[in-house]
């Protein structure tokens, strides 16, 4: 049996050090191989809706003035953050978001895909639950011209153009 004095030590370093494997996070699912340049994201946040689902164009003009002139299929509006009843709680500033489904015609539609140098990009993924029944099926175009077109000081649009429907799926964040 050690000295008294010489345990003591010894059972601080090991305290210390299982408390550097906590910190340090080291766990069989950690993802070590990992791509240089890639990241870990945390979850998308749940859009909690606080508006709509409406069809009246003054709240999508008001936030996307480009839309003025068109037909609203849709919109709806909320905060991020988690489900209602949820316990969690997402701390900081509250982020708003809009989402609307506006029909522009084809021919508007195809020449803002000109204007605007639009190239194909997947179909929008993050659309609210309420309004993806109103997205068109079929080929999109996008492109950061084409969002910083509908953007403002207040809202940054990421647009999905559908040219051969002429439909225009824009999801705002105000945060």
Not at 66 to 80: E, F, H, K, Q, R
């Amino acid at each position: 049996m050690l000295p008294h004095r010489i345990r003591r030590p010894a059972a601080g370093f090991a305290v210390v050090t299982l408390a550097l494997v906590g910190v340090t996070g080291c766990t069989p699912d950690d993802p070590v191989d990992r791509a240089p340049g890639t990241s870990m994201s945390a979850p998308a946040a749940v859009k909690v809706v606080t508006a709509g689902p409406s069809r009246n164009i003054e709240p999508v003009a008001r936030r996307f003035p480009l839309l003025t002139d068109g037909i609203v299929d849709c919109w709806a509006a909320g905060t991020l953050g988690s489900a209602p009843g949820s316990s969690e709680r997402v701390p900081g500033p509250t982020a708003y978001w809009f989402d609307a489904v506006v029909d522009v015609g084809p021919e508007r539609a195809t020449a803002w895909a000109d204007e605007y140098h639009a190239e194909p990009v997947a179909a929008p993924d993050r659309v609210a639950a309420e309004l993806r029944g109103f997205v068109p099926v079929g080929e999109f175009v996008g492109g950061q011209h084409l969002d910083d077109a509908f953007s403002s000081g207040d809202w940054r649009a990421t647009v999905y153009l559908s040219p051969s429907t002429g439909r225009v799926v824009v999801l705002g964040i105000d945060d």
